[in-house]
């Protein structure tokens, strides 16, 4: 099945299609947020009310101290970079361009969310992102990344191991 998603053309169109899908999503909610987004309550709401265990004890007690201790008191950069985070990820799905960047960017961000405590669409998301971050070049190949990689690979030689297998 890697195989197939990695090299195949069929695949490149169907991971086309799902990243295309996927950045239309990405993009529209980073729009929305851009301008007049604060994550304020959520990330209070997120510290107040941490995810559970079956013990009632907090599952992800680090993760719930990096809100408390570094997110809230930093809320107005996190505030931008989620607004624009989303929009670039979007356009980099959309485009085909940096796609495996953006794609791990897009699961840093659902993760994220998912450890603060939001199900939401994160775990549909997660699930097609997974398909499209094993496709690796492929992905992107009905894209930019058809011109981008390699002109990285050709042109920027302390790069081009970084993208070898991309």
């Not at 197939?4 to 295309?20: D, E, H, P, T």
């Not at 989303?86 to 840093?108: K, P």
Request: hydrophobic share 55%.
């Amino acid at each position: 099945m890697i195989k197939w998603l990695r090299s195949s053309n069929i695949s490149g169109l169907l991971l086309a299609i799902i990243r295309v899908y996927l950045g239309i999503l990405w993009l529209m909610s980073g729009i929305e947020k851009v301008g007049g987004f604060t994550a304020e309550k959520f990330i209070a709401a997120a510290i107040k009310n941490p995810v559970v265990g079956p013990t009632g004890h907090s599952v992800y007690g680090w993760f719930t101290s990096i809100l408390e201790s570094f997110v809230a008191p930093n809320i107005g950069i996190f505030n931008f970079l989620v607004a624009w985070g989303e929009v670039f990820i979007g356009l980099g799905l959309i485009f085909g361009a940096f796609t495996t960047a953006a794609t791990f960017f897009a699961l840093m961000m659902n993760f994220s969310y998912l450890l603060a405590g939001s199900i939401s669409v994160n775990p549909q998301y997660i699930f097609l992102e997974f398909i499209v971050i094993i496709a690796g070049y492929n992905a992107g190949k009905i894209g930019l990344d058809r011109f981008i990689i390699p002109f990285i690979r050709e042109k920027v030689p302390f790069l081009k191991n970084s993208v070898e297998g991309y």
